[in-house]
């Protein structure tokens, strides 16, 4: 697929591909559905009215992130997808987690109190625990509570890249200062 075929731009930095077999592609310009030989644009939401998904904040609104030429921060990249069993699919993007259930798109804060969150790696663990590596660290996310964590020798998690479960259940995260363990 090229700008010839109706890709939004040539530069392609995250591919997904869902259980029914839809290609997810984010480009510079937006979010894109290949599916059934055809490509669709995604519109994604603006701010303005995001209800979140904690369940503890449900009745909020998101109507304070910060903008960038016309698009919502947490909107201006996706790093990284994943399917839950239920069908929904989580994004990791800048600002939080962007999750498409039942043609909709919400936003999840991660009850992150830092503007300038960016979850870069979306795992699912075989217990069906949500691990969240972002650039302020790792997270767990299980039955709707979100958790900060430590790495398992106590030491600060930085920016986290990639997260890897192993066999044994741990969750390894490499990050720009090496591997850590999360128990």
Same mark, same amino acid.
């Given at each position: 697929?090229?700008?010839?075929?109706?890709?939004?731009?040539?530069?392609?930095?995250?591919?997904?591909?869902?259980?029914?077999?839809?290609?997810?592609?984010?480009?510079?310009?937006?979010?894109?559905?290949?599916?059934?030989?055809?490509?669709?644009?995604?519109?994604?939401?603006?701010?303005?009215?995001?209800?979140?998904?904690?369940?503890?904040?449900?009745?909020?609104?998101?109507?304070?992130?910060?903008?960038?030429?016309?698009?919502?921060?947490?909107?201006?990249?996706?790093?990284?997808?994943?399917?839950?069993?239920?069908?929904?699919?989580?994004?990791?993007?800048?600002?939080?987690?962007?999750?498409?259930?039942?043609?909709?798109?919400?936003?999840?804060?991660?009850?992150?109190?830092?503007?300038?969150?960016? @979850?870069?790696? =979306? /795992? +699912?663990? *075989?217990? %069906? !625990?949500?691990?969240? #590596?972002?650039?302020? $660290?790792?997270?767990?996310? &299980?039955?709707?509570?979100?958790?900060?964590?430590?790495?398992?020798?106590?030491?600060?998690?930085?920016? @986290?890249?990639? =997260? /890897? +479960?192993? *066999?044994? %259940? !741990?969750?390894?995260? #490499?990050?720009?200062? $090496?591997?850590?363990?999360? &128990?």
């Amino acid at each position: 697929l090229t700008v010839v075929d109706g890709l939004q731009d040539r530069s392609v930095r995250m591919l997904f591909e869902d259980t029914r077999g839809g290609l997810w592609i984010e480009a510079k310009n937006g979010l894109e559905l290949w599916e059934d030989g055809r490509l669709t644009r995604m519109t994604l939401p603006t701010s303005e009215g995001y209800r979140l998904l904690n369940p503890a904040l449900l009745a909020a609104t998101v109507n304070v992130l910060p903008e960038d030429a016309g698009a919502p921060l947490f909107l201006s990249s996706i790093w990284a997808a994943i399917e839950r069993p239920d069908g929904d699919i989580w994004f990791g993007v800048d600002g939080g987690v962007v999750v498409f259930r039942n043609g909709r798109f919400t936003l999840d804060r991660l009850n992150h109190s830092i503007s300038d969150l960016q @979850v870069n790696a =979306l /795992l +699912e663990d *075989r217990s %069906g !625990t949500i691990w969240i #590596g972002a650039n302020t $660290g790792v997270a767990r996310w &299980r039955d709707g509570t979100v958790t900060w964590l430590p790495a398992a020798d106590g030491r600060r998690v930085s920016t @986290v890249i990639c =997260l /890897l +479960e192993r *066999r044994d %259940g !741990t969750v390894w995260c #490499g990050t720009r200062n $090496g591997l850590f363990e999360i &128990r």
